[in-house]
C-alpha cells in the first residue's frame, strides 16, 4: 500500500460503514468505471449507475433511520463520492446531489415534512438543489425567483439555471424571495417542489465541456402552485439555510474534485510505467519523478484536510466555513492541475478521447467553477484575515 492509498484508505471507519465503503469502492471500480466512457460519449444519464447504486441503498446512508434510511458518518459519505467520482464523475455528481439537496430537508424540515418527502429520497429519488439563475450567479443574493403566499399555497414565479438534475429530479429545493419581505437577502426562503408540479418546466438541458451523462437544465417556474406546507423553515430564512447548507456541500465538492484528481493521477503513472522513450521507461526521467512527487505530496495534504473537515462535520461543528473553502479551492485547483499534468504525460495520446484522462481534464474543470467559483473561496479566505474594529 503507497502512501496515498493509506491516507485515501477508509480502514478507520466502523467496521460496518467500511463494508459499505467497500461495496462501493468495488461497484466503482468495476460497473460504474467500465460505462463512463459510453455514457460520456452519448451525453447519456446513466440510469444503470444510479440503479446500481440504489441496488445498494445508497441515499439511505444519509437519511435517518426513522425516514427509511441507514444513517452513516459524513467521512463515510465523503469515501463514497470520492470513490464513485474517480470512476465517473458524471455518477459522482448525480449522486451527491442528492444528498446537498436533502440534507437541508434532513436537519431543517418539519416532522410532516420529513414523513412526507424523505421515504422516497430513501429509497433511491434524486433531488435538485436550485439556486442559481440567470443573473444570479456568485452574487445567490440577486436572485429574483418571487414567491407569493396565497392561502395554503404559495405561487412561484422566476427561473433557476445550470441545476444538476432538473429534468430528472422527483424533489426540488429551491431559493426564492418571499413576496412582501423586500427585495432583499432577508426574503430569501427555502421552498420544496415536488415533481409534476404543474408550473414547474424544463427549458433546456445543456451541452456541456465535461460531466456530460449528468443533465443540467434550465428550469422555468410560471404560476407554478406548491404547498405551504412545503416552506423549508420560515419564510425569510433561505439565507441561513442556504449557508448552512455549504458548509456540507462543499466538502462533497471537494471529495468529487479529489476522485478525478485521483483517476488522473492513476493513469498517468500506470501509463508512464509502460511508455518508453530514449531508452528509459518515462518514469525513470528525474524531471518527471519531481513532478510525480510535487502532485503526490499535494494530494495527500488535501485529503488529509478532507479527513479533517468530515471529523469537523461528525463532530457538529458550524463554524467550518473557512475550512470548508480551503478544501474546496486546493481540491479542485488541483484535481485540474492533476488533470492537466495526466495529459501531458501521456503526450499526443492524452489528447485522444480513447485515453480516459482526455474525459478527466474536461470533468475536472467544473469543479473550479461551481458550489462558488474559487474566486470566491479566495475572497472567503482572505476576508476571514480582516480584523472588526
Ligand atoms: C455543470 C454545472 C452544474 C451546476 N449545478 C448547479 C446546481 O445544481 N444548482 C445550482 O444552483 N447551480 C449550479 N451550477 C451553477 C454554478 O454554481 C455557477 O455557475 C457558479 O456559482 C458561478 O456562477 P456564474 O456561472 O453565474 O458565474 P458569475 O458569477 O457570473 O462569474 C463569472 C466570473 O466572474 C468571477 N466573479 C464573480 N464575482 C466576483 C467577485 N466578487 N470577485 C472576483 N471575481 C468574481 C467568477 O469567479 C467567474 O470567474 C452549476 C453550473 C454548472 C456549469
Known sequence: MDFLERIASAADLPREEALLVGSVQALARGKIAERAQGYDAAGEFPWDNVRDLNALGLNGM?????????????????????????????????????????????DLGSEEQKRRLLPRMAQGGLAALCITE?????????????????????RVNGGKTFITNGDVADLYLVFGKWEGLGDGKQAITALLVEKGTPGLAVVRKEDKMGHRASSTCALSFEECLVPRANVLGQPGEGLAILLRSLNRSRPS??????????????????????????????VEFQGIQFLLADLASEMAL????????ARLVDEGANDMGVDASVLKLRASDLAMRIATEAVQLHGGYGYIADNRVERLLRDAKITQIWEGTNQLHRQLIGRSFVAHR
Request: hydrophobic residues 50%.
Open 302 to 309: 488535501c485529503l488529509a484536510w478532507l479527513w479533517h473537515v
Open 134 to 154: 440567470p443573473s444570479a450567479g456568485s452574487d445567490a443574493t440577486g436572485m429574483a425567483t418571487r414567491m407569493t403566499a396565497r392561502g395554503d399555497t404559495v
Open 62 to 106: 444519509f437519511i435517518p433511520e426513522a425516514y427509511g434510511g441507514a444513517p452513516c458518518s459524513y467521512a463515510a459519505y465523503l469515501h463514497c463520492v470520492l470513490a464513485i467520482s474517480a470512476a465517473c464523475a458524471s455518477t459522482g455528481v448525480i449522486w451527491a446531489t442528492n444528498f446537498h439537496a436533502t440534507k437541508p430537508l434532513i
Open 253 to 282: 465538492v471537494a471529495a468529487h474534485a479529489l476522485g478525478i484528481a485521483r483517476a488522473a493521477f492513476e493513469d498517468a503513472v500506470a501509463y508512464i510505467n509502460e511508455r518508453k522513450q530514449s531508452g528509459k521507461r518515462i
